[in-house]
């Protein structure tokens, strides 16, 4: 099978890439900005990829990337949720804009799926009860929440019109190998990084915002099964199931990792809602138990990796 990844480089398209490899049947072309950003993959795994320097604007000769390729995965985002908010016209033409560019191409180079990781922490807002599922209001705070449910609205329409198979992924909070430690995504890989040295945790709030966290093997998997699936619903949630505050995973932190964490705690935040995590009932009862990488057990592999890539 001929598939692309935009946005191949980062946390999940690494980690995407390297799960779609142990499948000698498919055939990987990798897309992101620079050729440089592919650090992460070993010299025989980049000898069995094509990798591909490109911008994601409205210049962008999509038509050329996407001819002869049954699916596209669609990683990219040029913003996070915590800065959406600054620069909101911006952002809506470099990721909404230009995903329409994508979509276009796509129609007219015959492709046969498009796979959206979109974001279950953002696109539903704060006015909704959790355990959320896919049904529930989505009225997010945050610019990228907006992006993100554009696109999926962008998704919808072109395969009303043009019959352009779709599938998304309302993904929650992902950590794990090949996640950054750098503070601006992923609070549990962060948390563990500056657990092991000995640094300052900053914390927006009191610790009491509950969030939904998955280890990044369950939601590649997750995301394969969704993207093989060939009827039923276009639309899925992925992430444990359950919350857990902030607080609490300083606790499984601090537990797992036998450490005393020195804990700044800042103002908090407009943009994060105070509660979110979701139902994955519909995805379970698809394809069966989602979660094999409890929180505790994730913590210490995303330790054991860190502690032989970054320290």
Same mark, same amino acid.
């Given at each position: 099978?001929n598939i692309l990844?935009?946005?191949?480089?980062?946390?999940?398209?690494?980690?995407?890439?390297k799960h779609?490899?142990?499948?000698?049947?498919n055939k990987?072309?990798?897309v992101?900005?620079?050729?440089?950003y592919f650090v992460?993959?070993?010299?025989?795994?980049k000898?069995k990829?094509q990798?591909?320097?490109s911008?994601?604007?409205e210049?962008?000769?999509?038509?050329s990337?996407v001819?002869?390729?049954?699916i596209v995965?669609?990683?990219v985002?040029?913003t996070?949720? @915590?800065t =959406?908010? #600054?620069?909101?016209?911006h952002?809506? +033409?470099?990721?909404?804009?230009? %995903? &329409?560019t994508?979509?276009?191409?796509?129609?007219?180079?015959a492709?046969?799926?498009?796979?959206?990781i979109?974001?279950g922490g953002?696109v539903y807002?704060?006015?909704?009860r959790?355990p959320i599922?896919e049904d529930?209001?989505?009225?997010?705070?945050?610019?990228?929440?907006?992006?993100?449910l554009?696109i999926?609205?962008?998704l919808y329409?072109y395969?009303?019109?043009?019959?352009?198979?779709?599938?998304?992924?309302?993904?929650?909070?992902?950590?794990g190998?090949?996640?950054?430690?750098?503070?601006v995504?992923?609070a549990v890989?962060?948390?563990t990084?500056k657990?092991?040295?000995n640094?300052?945790?900053?914390?927006?709030?009191?610790?009491?915002v509950i969030?939904?966290?998955?280890?990044?093997?369950?939601a590649?998997?997750?995301?394969?099964?969704? @993207?093989n =699936?060939? #009827?039923?619903?276009r639309?899925?949630? +992925?992430?444990?199931g359950?919350g %857990? &505050?902030?607080?609490?995973?300083?606790?499984?932190?601090?537990?797992?990792l036998?450490?005393?964490?020195?804990i700044d705690f800042?103002?908090?935040?407009k943009?994060?809602?105070?509660?979110?995590?979701?139902n994955?009932?519909?995805?379970?009862?698809?394809?069966?138990?989602?979660?094999?990488v409890?929180?505790?057990?994730?913590?210490?592999?995303?330790?054991e990796?860190l502690?032989?890539?970054?320290?």
């Amino acid at each position: 099978m001929n598939i692309l990844i935009f946005g191949a480089a980062g946390f999940i398209g690494t980690n995407l890439t390297k799960h779609l490899l142990a499948d000698t049947r498919n055939k990987l072309t990798l897309v992101d900005k620079s050729i440089s950003y592919f650090v992460n993959l070993t010299k025989a795994e980049k000898n069995k990829v094509q990798i591909v320097e490109s911008d994601f604007t409205e210049n962008t000769n999509f038509e050329s990337l996407v001819e002869t390729q049954d699916i596209v995965y669609h990683l990219v985002s040029t913003t996070v949720p @915590s800065t =959406s908010n #600054q620069h909101i016209p911006h952002e809506i +033409v470099a990721n909404v804009v230009v %995903t &329409s560019t994508l979509l276009e191409a796509c129609v007219k180079k015959a492709v046969k799926k498009v796979i959206f990781i979109s974001s279950g922490g953002t696109v539903y807002g704060k006015d909704v009860r959790s355990p959320i599922s896919e049904d529930s209001m989505t009225l997010p705070i945050s610019s990228y929440g907006l992006q993100k449910l554009s696109i999926e609205k962008l998704l919808y329409l072109y395969q009303y019109m043009y019959g352009l198979d779709y599938r998304v992924i309302r993904l929650a909070n992902p950590y794990g190998p090949y996640q950054r430690p750098n503070g601006v995504l992923g609070a549990v890989t962060t948390f563990t990084y500056k657990a092991l040295n000995n640094d300052p945790i900053m914390v927006y709030g009191d610790g009491t915002v509950i969030r939904d966290f998955i280890y990044i093997d369950d939601a590649i998997k997750a995301i394969e099964n969704i @993207s093989n =699936s060939s #009827q039923g619903p276009r639309v899925f949630n +992925v992430g444990s199931g359950h919350g %857990t &505050s902030i607080k609490s995973v300083l606790e499984i932190v601090a537990n797992s990792l036998d450490k005393k964490l020195q804990i700044d705690f800042l103002p908090g935040r407009k943009v994060d809602v105070p509660v979110n995590y979701l139902n994955i009932n519909r995805y379970e009862n698809i394809f069966g138990t989602l979660v094999a990488v409890p929180l505790s057990r994730g913590i210490i592999k995303t330790a054991e990796f860190l502690q032989i890539n970054y320290l």
